[in-house]
């Protein structure tokens, strides 16, 4: 049943691109695979659908109060990036208290976590991942407010901003250089756990109020009032989404690498890719024979208020009415950022068996070590070019290390793949 259609006004939304006229969902010769799940196209095609559209679609907003008090008031034309990372986290916290078989039913009565869960990404400063927030958390990556993210740099901010989420109490690894370090994620993971009364943080754990800054977070005394001695700790394992930035390409994505990206999305800990094309991000979410499928942020909406709950249907614009939009993978950029999220180690553990064991005809995208390479000193690597009697040219430090080298000077700004 298509009850959806009738929710949404498209007189409230504005396209920065893209088509104004939607297809339905295709028919297709394979399964599709959506963040883990399979389905027929055929004989499933309501419950495919229902599964898209319970997705948390985040998208450009306009009319919310200005980013840093006299920044922009609108994201569109520089915050898909933003949004895309916005709605891989989403999932990832649905996830983590609603589980893979929540569904999203407009005019029913939604879960208490569901609101809180919304309202976390609410385009309102006192949101912990509004885009206020992420914006301003930018300015430590490099990114001046208003500026293009790449797959790397919103995977490192979501990460510094996650630790003031004590609700969710999510550790977020990203690994870098194509290569995951297993000790490090075990590390980042296994942590004292909370007494059973502190296990549902209050509200306040969320908040951090109209006139709060990380900056007031940072500088502020980590010290705590001395206390009677307390027991040892029992070990747990806090719940993880991992972030893998690659580059899997110059300019085109290798073809090599399109079954290990279907792959990706075969698996229960899939959260999505990050990603796009040109000039657009987008959060890929599954695919069918050979094309993606994903969630678009380039729909400028109106801001909503989400502390009128009990309005009808107040959350209807964070759900995508339409098919999702779909891309032949050779039209993906080779920037992107694949996402998983395992619940406990168990989870954890069942995906480096997976990609420790090779596929067959599969390509690599990234290595798994236990520990971290000893890193090469200087004298180690370039000691030796310098002692050869005729070197056949001079070659710069930095490229003994690099696959590519920006011509234009920075090296962040290859990870920026809207600039391609």
């Known amino acids: ?6 929710l949404v006004n498209f007189s409230t939304f504005t396209y920065e691109s893209g088509p104004l ?9 394979g399964p599709a695979y959506i963040l883990g799940q399979k389905y027929n196209t055929c004989e499933e095609r309501d419950e495919l659908k229902h599964d898209i559209k319970s997705r948390l679609w985040i998208t450009y907003r306009r009319g919310f109060p200005n980013i840093g008090g006299t920044g922009p008031s609108s994201d569109q034309g520089w915050g898909c990036m933003l949004r895309c990372g916005q709605m891989m986290l989403a999932h990832t916290l649905i996830l983590r208290h609603l589980g893979r078989g929540w569904r999203w039913k407009p005019y029913d009565v939604q879960d208490d976590k569901y609101w809180k869960i919304l309202k976390m990404f609410e385009d309102k400063k006192c949101a912990i991942y509004s885009i206020h927030q992420i914006a301003s958390m930018g ?31 999510l550790a977020i690894h990203v690994a870098l250089d194509n290569v995951v370090i297993l000790d490090e994620i075990r590390s980042l993971c296994k942590t004292s756990a909370k007494p059973s009364t502190s ?23 980590p010290s705590h009032k001395a206390g009677p001695p307390k027991p040892s700790p029992v070990i747990a394992w806090k719940p993880l989404l991992l972030i893998i930035p690659l580059r899997l390409g110059l300019t085109d994505i290798n073809p090599i690498y399109f079954e290990s990206l279907k792959k990706c999305f075969t698996l229960r800990q899939s959260v999505g890719i990050i990603g796009g094309k040109p000039n657009h991000a987008h959060w890929f979410i599954g695919y069918a024979d050979d094309e993606l499928y994903y ?11 989400l502390e009128d709950r009990e309005r009808q249907a107040v959350d209807v614009s964070y759900h995508c ?53 000893m890193a090469w000193s200087y004298e180690e690597v370039v000691a030796p070019v310098k002692k050869a009697k ?30 391609l």
């Not at 049943?1 to 009738?6: A, L, V």
């Not at 006229?21 to 010769?29: L, Q, V």
């Not at 300015?139 to 003031?164: C, D, H, M």
């Not at 969320?206 to 800054?213: R, S």
């Open 1 to 6: 049943m298509d009850y959806e259609s009738s």
């Open 21 to 29: 006229e939607f297809e339905d969902f295709p028919i297709t010769k």
């Open 139 to 169: 300015e430590a990556e490099g990114k001046a407010i208003g500026q293009w993210f790449g797959p790397n740099t919103i995977a490192q901010v979501l990460k510094r901003i996650s630790v003031y989420d004590n609700w969710s109490d």
């Open 199 to 221: 296990q549902q943080p209050s509200e306040e754990g969320l908040d951090l109020g109209n006139n709060i800054h990380f900056s007031d977070f940072v500088n502020a005394d």
């Open 295 to 305: 969630l678009d942020p380039h729909t400028n909406q109106n801001v909503v208020d």
């Open 321 to 373: 009415s339409t098919p999702p939009s779909r891309m032949i993978f050779s039209k993906l950029d080779p920037s992107i950022a694949l996402g998983f999220y395992c619940k406990d180690e168990e989870d954890f553990n069942n995906w480096c068996q997976v990609f420790s064991s090779p596929f067959q005809g599969f390509r690599p995208m990234f290595e798994l070590r236990k520990e971290a390479p």
């Open 390 to 419: 005729k070197p056949p040219q001079t070659t710069p430090f930095s490229d003994l290390f690099c696959d590519e080298v920006s011509s234009t000077g920075s090296n962040n700004d290859e990870e920026e793949f809207e600039f």
